[in-house]
């Protein structure tokens, strides 16, 4: 009886307990996360972007899909999601190679890679994704598979800047040194929890990276808003990148939800989310966040889509901004179609911010202050 009413109270603690750190009901996750394999994940485990002609799958979306696999204790779906992944984008060669970027229909009527350039963001999530489901899910094969591609990646997209430290390429090609030495970044492919956590189990560069993020984020941000793509060069540091200078948008808007998503113990967080004060203050006198934003003057311009708002739902919650979130959470409740899909019509991208918000809200999972995910697999 001792031992039963032991496991009763622990029930009744871990039930109260996320309750407590649950912003948003913990069952819109799991509605959303069946409605989008039904309509956008294959039975080979393909994650497809039906938006476009080409049926296009991104290794982004596979390993976003890796990830809300994980969180929800779903092993058949992850290691499916993995095969293909490996096949199909990698040449089965996960770990000694970085995956293509873009596989879809190409303009012969063939399928495969369109474009063998990496992306890595999708990396980085993969890379932190199968460490975690190796330690979680107590799978060596996926801590090695972790490692080998987290060290492909140290080796071919991170770069060590003079003065600033290791930072993430956004490809293998095509990011830098030009002819001036000058690189280009995307501050939403470092989220600062997944470098913690990759840091923890790996070191460097990992850490180093984690420690110069904050740095980049007040440089780049002058008026509280981050840019899409940011430009360094050894002569003038860290300004506008030249592929769409100034313009915080469709990428940045990330941004915000991984400093949302950030422990406020974890090093580096409150100077990450307190550089990014522009978006709150904006909601302030608007009730949608813009579509587009010139960081360099502050001028925003259009209503950005439901998943705008769905990924600022964590940074509104952590800056205890409650009027502002629940103004939000207001505008993608009534965006909500029957089977959990939000917006009309449901684009990928939406369902995967809106995925990653409500998961981590709904208290399905966490970061730790090392970066260790924290899942809830009741």
Known sequence: MLRG?????????????SQVHSAVDPDLFG???TAYAKSFIDAQGRVIDRAYEDQRTTSEAQAYALFFALVSNQPTVFAKLLQWTRENLA????????????????????????????????DLWMAYTLLQAGRLWHDERYTKLGRGLAAAIALKEVVNLPGVGPLLLPGRKGFGPDGSGCYTFDPSYMPLPVLQGMGHVLGAPWTDMAHALPTLLQSVSPHGFTPNW????????????????????????????????????????????GALWGMANYLHT???????????????????PVGFSAALLPYLRSLGTTSLFKQQLEIIERSRQADGLYGRPAHYYDQNLALFALGYLGGIYRFDSKGNLEVNWR
């Not at 229909?105 to 399928?111: E, M």
Request: glycine content about 14%.
């Open 31 to 33: 509605r959303l996360w």
């Open 286 to 304: 608007h009730a949608v966040p813009p579509v587009s934003v010139n960081t360099a003057t502050g001028d925003a311009v259009g209503d950005g």
């Open 5 to 17: 009413s032991g496991i009763g109270l622990l029930l009744i603690l871990l039930s109260a307990c």
């Open 91 to 122: 040449a089965d060669e996960l770990g000694a190679r970085l995956p293509a970027w873009l596989w879809g229909k190409r303009a012969d009527g063939t399928w495969g890679v369109i474009d063998p350039n990496s992306a890595s963001d999708a």
């Open 230 to 273: 940011v430009g360094w060069c050894p002569s003038k540091g860290f300004g506008p990148a030249e592929r769409s200078p100034d313009r915080g948008s469709y990428d940045a808007i990330r941004v915000y939800l991984w400093a949302g998503m950030t422990p406020d113990d974890m090093p580096g967080a409150q100077q990450s989310i």
